[in-house]
């Protein structure tokens, strides 16, 4: 196994592992250490199935089975299908998944832990994932700052239609799709307890208000911290390769999707699984 650093601040590249075989607990362990570290990890040159996919991201612990159902796979309900293709008439995926800064299931009372796609299609251009790191965020606000936003929380919600810096995703919920995502409150800045490291814990596309603040003070927190966290020093853009396997801890970084620049005629097939992380602290 060899690791490289994918920048200069965070995230790193693996190859010569294989997904698809069970891993040793000792190695698997070492793996979990890299990914808490490192924060988002690229396991290169995989061919991994649908069930393997599953079988390893259920050792990070228990899978979340989307809301959206319509898009999940029909034989694995734990798998979220990220694709633009059309099948019989019928979308493949969700096309324009995740297009705004966001931390998967930040809506939910026990947010994700991680998030595990696997690169089926990739065109040759466009549809990167962008990444920040919210720990290095926390880290590079001043005592002030830090000392203001402790112990502040704020309201999570699954909005109907995202739009992010002319960025977008258009969501057409069932009634019992909508009444399964109420809004959750979760602490502004969190602590990942795998590290003891905190990190903000606000993002433009779910962080509505801060409990208690007149609004006017809660939205000038909040633009702050929205446009603080998306510098470029705190930024990873993610190309992708076919073969890859990319997983991130949600609990230190938020990311965006960027699928309205491909091209025509291209396409992006992505499986998605999501492992159930703790409540915020």
Known sequence: MQVEPLSDSFGIAIHGIDLARELPADEFEHLHRLFVDHKLVCFKNQSLPAAAQIAFSRRFGPLEVHVLAQYNHPEHPEIFRLSNRVVDGQP????????????????????????????????????????????????????????????????????????????????????????????????????????????????????????????????????????????????????????????WDNRSTMHSATTRDLPAGQYRTLYRTTVRGERPI
Do not use: C
């Open 92 to 247: 493949m995926g969700i096309a324009d998944g995740g297009s705004y800064w966001h931390s998967d299931f930040a809506f939910r009372e026990q947010p994700a832990k991680a998030t595990i796609l696997n690169a089926l299609e990739i065109p040759p251009e466009g549809g990167d994932t962008l990444f920040v790191d919210m720990e290095a965020a926390y880290e590079a606000l001043s005592a002030q700052w830090k000392e203001r936003l402790h112990g502040l929380r704020a309201v999570h919600r699954y909005r109907r239609k995202q739009t992010t810096d002319g960025q977008s995703t258009n969501v057409s919920l069932t009634a019992d799709q909508k009444a399964s995502t109420p809004d959750v409150v979760h602490p502004l800045i969190r602590t990942n307890p795998d590290t003891g490291r905190k990190s903000i814990f606000a993002h433009k596309g779910m962080t509505a208000e801060i409990v208690g603040l007149p609004a006017e003070e809660s939205d000038d927190i909040l633009d702050f911290l929205f446009e603080h966290t998306i510098q470029p020093r705190f930024r990873y853009d993610f190309h992708w390769s076919n073969g890859d396997v990319v997983m």
